[in-house]
């Protein structure tokens, strides 16, 4: 098992940038496929970022590609989500998640462990 701990989220200026931050706890991190995942009030919680187990694969959705980038430091056991040139339509709680599975790994049922997610406000 693993456990995982966001940090780092906060309120930002429209066109700004924040990092949020996970780190886990427990099994052996890098045998896990790590991904980002964001829920809006009244939505569903939406894909938002995924790193293989290495960190030499990424995936992103496509409202945040080009903007969003996603890194892991195996050694630090920590995955990180920087974002630029936030809008007022990234305002989300956002969650850290990892899993085992070589599922649909843009589907939050493939993953099996999250965090407790941190709140990203995008004001104008």
């Known amino acids: 098992q693993v456990q995982l701990v966001e940090s780092g989220g906060g309120l930002v200026q429209t066109g700004g940038s924040l990092r949020v931050s996970c780190v886990a706890s427990?099994?052996?991190?890098?045998?896990?496929?790590m991904g980002w995942f964001r829920q809006a009030p009244g939505k569903e919680r939406e894909f938002v970022a995924t790193?293989?187990?290495?960190?030499?694969?990424?995936l992103y959705a496509d409202s945040v590609k080009g903007r969003f980038t996603i890194s892991r430091d195996n050694g630090k056991k920590t995955v990180d989500l920087y974002m630029n040139i936030l809008k007022s339509e990234d305002t989300a709680v956002y969650y850290c998640?990892?899993?085992?599975?070589?599922?649909?790994?843009?589907?939050?049922?493939?993953?099996?462990?999250w965090g407790q997610g941190t709140q990203v406000t995008v004001s104008s």
């Open positions: 998640a990892a899993t085992q599975q070589f599922g649909k790994i843009q589907v939050a049922e493939t993953y099996d462990y």
């Open positions: 427990g099994d052996t991190f890098s045998s896990y496929r």
């Open positions: 790193i293989s187990r290495s960190g030499g694969s990424t």
